[in-house]
């Protein structure tokens, strides 16, 4: 008997199809963020860091320096990736001769982007760039108590939004425009509220211009702290979950924007009470948001888990964040996206119902036997036929894909 199959039938005893698992793992795309590709610079041609507390530490060699390179990347790191996924681009990587401010973009400044992503099968996301850039020096932007400043980050967000509608309208998926602001100050505040009140009234103009949800989704992502913004961050977790309630649109929890001890994946099941759809930038925090590569660890499990136990897989968009300038850039998106993969593939292959059922009678010992019995399934049997299925490498050959690209950019100026 193969390897599969014998795995299949070591499935099959717990009441689990791993054919099942294939399928809705297949068909569950991840959006790959472009940032991992060249340390969150984008094309801007503007000099300095991000700013607004992200920030990737590191010189391996091979960043991206244009977006063709940047492409050739993304390129490479689909090919080492099954199934069909998305990326996540932002404002500041735009592809064109011309110049725009942030409030002067179009469409047409990431045309390169749109038909090369059509070419390749893959549907676009899609963010505004509230930080690198000087109106965002003060990591204020649409909480600044100067009108024009707002004025300006809000016109951003519209422009943003109606590319975003374009892309999606285009590529028959709604493209999810994720609004983040860097908005906090380093030091305790005197007034907590006119900032937040200020946000929310920035957030209601940029949002107020109608678009099909088959178009366009807006998302909203909340964060606890950065560097530089200690003391206190207007669109809190408190903030936007209320927003995101009210105003219906989705909530993006990321993995490194909460106390370090939290648990996010016990927010999923709350959060869907009260918002129809979530976004997740999967990430791993160490000590703070430090945008680590996400590991097969347990904080990524227990998110698959809670979205295939939970039944939230058709409302969640599954997005990653994390850059680590250490490593090959191109490894870490591969190796970071198949963990995102592997962890989903390991909820799916659990047996829930036996799970729910033992937990339901309150037979508590059965549930602990359970789940660490499951442990030792032969997961990794299941992955390698999958990977053989979607025709990509898996164990000591991906290792030599990944070293074969990366010594190729390495050369890389
Ligand atoms: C920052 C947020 C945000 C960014 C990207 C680049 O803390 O996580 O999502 O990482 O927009
Ligand atoms: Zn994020």
Same mark, same amino acid.
């Given at each position: 008997?193969?390897?599969?199959? =014998? ?48 920030? *990737?530490?590191?010189? !391996? ?23 069909? !996924?998305?990326?996540?681009?932002? *404002? ?6 011309? =110049? ?8 047409? !400044? ?146 490194? !924007? ?11 099941? =709350? ?30 499990? *227990? ?111």
């Amino acid at each position: 008997m193969s390897d599969y199959n =014998s795995a299949r039938q070591q499935f099959a005893d717990w009441g689990v199809d791993t054919e099942t698992a294939i399928e809705t793992l297949k068909t569950t795309p991840i959006s790959m963020h472009c940032w991992q590709g060249d340390d969150v610079v984008g094309f801007e041609n503007k000099s300095g860091s991000s700013g607004g507390g992200i920030q *990737a530490t590191g010189n !391996h060699p091979g960043r991206a320096r244009t977006p063709d390179e940047l492409r050739a990347d993304l390129e490479f790191a689909y090919s080492q990736i099954p199934g069909a !996924h998305r990326l996540n681009l932002h *404002a500041m990587y735009l592809d064109t001769d011309e =110049s725009p401010d942030r409030d002067e973009i179009e469409l047409r !400044h990431f045309a390169p982007w749109v038909g090369w992503a059509n070419e390749q099968n893959i549907a676009l996301d899609f963010n505004p760039t509230f930080f690198a850039h000087e109106k965002a020096d003060d990591n204020l932007t649409l909480a600044h108590p100067n009108q024009g400043i707002r004025d300006f980050w809000i016109e951003h967000g519209k422009r943003t939004r109606e590319i975003a509608s374009q892309i999606g309208d285009a590529q028959g998926n709604p493209c999810i425009n994720n609004i983040w602001v860097p908005d906090g100050m380093k030091d305790h505040p005197v007034d907590r509220m006119t900032p937040r009140k200020h946000l929310e009234n920035s957030l209601d103009s940029m949002l107020s211009d109608p678009f099909d949800g088959q178009h366009l989704l807006d998302a909203v992502e909340s964060k606890l702290f950065g560097i530089g913004v200690e003391a206190y961050t207007v669109g809190s977790h408190e903030f936007y979950l209320g927003y995101a309630t009210r105003k219906g649109t989705l909530l993006c929890l990321d993995m490194g !924007h909460f106390h370090p001890t939290e648990n996010i994946a016990d927010k999923l099941s =709350s959060v869907a009470l009260s918002v129809e759809k979530i976004l997740l930038h999967v990430s791993r925090p160490m000590r703070w948001d430090s945008d680590h590569v996400i590991l097969l660890d347990d904080s990524i499990l *227990a998110m698959a888990q809670e979205l295939v136990a939970c039944d939230l897989l058709g409302r969640t968009h599954i997005g990653l964040d994390f850059f680590d300038a250490t490593i090959s850039r191109t490894a870490a998106w591969v190796i970071g996206t198949r963990n995102m993969q592997k962890a989903l593939l390991r909820a799916l292959l659990l047996p829930l119902d036996q799970l729910r059922t033992a937990e339901t009678s309150l037979d508590f010992t059965t549930r602990f036997m359970m789940t660490e019995e499951l442990k030792d399934l032969p997961f990794s049997a299941i992955w390698a036929e999958y990977c053989e299925r979607m025709d990509v490498k898996y164990g000591k050959s991906l290792l030599r894909e990944l070293d074969n690209y990366q010594s190729k950019v390495s050369k890389r100026g």
